[in-house]
């Protein structure tokens, strides 16, 4: 599974006027404004209200069969290998973790919904999947 996340991070702009505000190996996010268009690879579209879905390669995105019409964060998917890893330490995993709540899950990704509090300490947690966002 390549990509588990709860994202945070927002920037004015689309897919085809500005760069991605984050781009690595395994994910390309973008900014998203209105409705996207289809996506080059498999993608995953999160609603600034939470939801999110799954998007096949060369679909438009839509959460819940309708296509955004607001904000929303497109994470497209790169193929990257990504193995799960073994967990060796004491801590237990980051998620399923206490006021988190599974929004997507396939055999691709998993979306979690979690929002970190100021001042609280997060618990020493083990990541065995690849995690993007922030």
């Known amino acids: 599974m390549p990509c588990c996340s709860a994202f945070a991070l927002f920037q004015a702009g689309s897919p085809t006027a500005q760069k991605p505000i984050i781009d690595n190996d395994r ?5 998203v404004t209105g409705s996207p268009a289809a996506q080059p690879t498999d993608a995953v579209v999160v609603s600034l209200n939470g ?11 839509a959460i819940d069969g309708k296509a955004p019409d607001g904000r929303s964060m497109v994470i497209d998917l790169k193929d990257h290998p ?3 890893y073994a967990n060796t ?3 237990p995993l980051a998620f399923p973790r206490p006021g988190s709540k599974k929004v997507l899950e396939n055999d691709r990704v998993i979306v ?6 100021p001042d609280v300490a997060t618990p020493m947690h ?5 995690v993007c966002g922030g």
């Open 27 to 31: 994910v390309a996010v973008w900014d």
């Open 51 to 61: 939801n999110a879905a799954f998007v096949p390669k060369g679909s438009a995105p």
């Open 82 to 84: 990504a193995p799960a």
């Open 89 to 91: 330490t004491k801590y």
């Open 112 to 117: 979690w919904d979690y929002t970190w509090t």
């Open 126 to 130: 083990f990541h065995d999947k690849d």
